[in-house]
T-cell receptor
Framework: DAGVTQSPTHLIKTRGQQVTLRCSPK?????VSWYQQALGQGPQFIFQ???????QRGNFPDRFSGHQFPNYSSELNVNALLLGDSALYLC?????????????FGPGTRLTVT | SQQGEEDPQALSIQEGENATMNCSYK?????LQWYRQNSGRGLVHLIL?????REKHSGRLRVTLDTSKKSSSLLITASRAADTASYFC???????????FGPGTRLSVLP
């Protein structure tokens, strides 16, 4: 049973560029959430996708956008990159329709903006 | 802003000792979950405790929840070097949504 996978593992971009990160959820899961984790801090919720729509969003600017595909995989796009966007980006999947659910995290994508 | 606040920020103990980490939060919750993270990689789910539960065990882990004080503790008994990691608490709101993580406790277990 494959867990949550993310690609790429590492990425280096220049300020002003755009980046796309990818996530495949755990088998059987239909909901994908994205988190940003700066060095030495806890993960910060970016947004959650379910049924190919953004269901919830954290306090992140519109430069952060996403997409969910019919197979439940998801992409996170960040435009006009800033140095402060350097972080570990974590994807988590879960199963909707449950009152209490656990999130399963992928290994993350380390983004460095220079 | 983060709701959960772990305490202490860093903890160093000898192998075989017990490690206790605390988490405080601000609003009503549906459940509270503890995660472990090794070397800045993905988070591993350790244990979930619901708002109507007071204590839960899983192997060497013991979690308590005091909703009146809005706090939780994670106890790792008989620690091992492999327990060295960062530990985070995360709260979910009354709808089981909106996961909010604390800044974490960095645990070092010395052999």
């Amino acid at each position: 049973d494959a867990g949550v996978t993310q690609s790429p593992t590492h990425l280096i971009k220049t300020r002003g560029q755009q980046v796309t990160l990818r996530c495949s959820p755990k088998s059987g899961h239909d909901t994908v959430s994205w988190y940003q984790q700066a060095l030495g801090q806890g993960p910060q919720f970016i947004f959650q996708y379910y049924e190919e729509e953004e269901r919830q969003r954290g306090n992140f600017p519109d430069r952060f956008s996403g997409h969910q595909f019919p197979n439940y995989s998801s992409e996170l796009n960040v435009n006009a990159l800033l140095l402060g966007d350097s972080a570990l980006y974590l994807c988590a999947s879960s199963l909707s329709g449950r009152a209490v659910y656990e999130q399963y995290f992928g290994p993350g994508t380390r983004l460095t903006v220079t | 802003s983060q709701q959960g606040e772990e305490d202490p920020q860093a903890l160093s103990i000898q192998e075989g000792e017990n490690a206790t980490m605390n988490c405080s939060y601000k609003t009503s919750i549906n459940n509270l979950q503890w995660y472990r993270q090794n070397s800045g990689r993905g988070l591993v789910h350790l244990i979930l405790i619901r708002s109507n539960e007071r204590e839960k065990h899983s192997g060497r882990l013991r979690v308590t929840l005091d909703t009146s004080k809005k706090s939780s503790s994670l106890l790792i008994t008989a620690s091992r070097a492999a327990d060295t990691a960062s530990y985070f608490c995360a709260t979910a709101d009354n709808y089981g949504q909106n996961f909010v993580f604390g800044p974490g406790t960095r645990l070092s277990v010395l052999p």
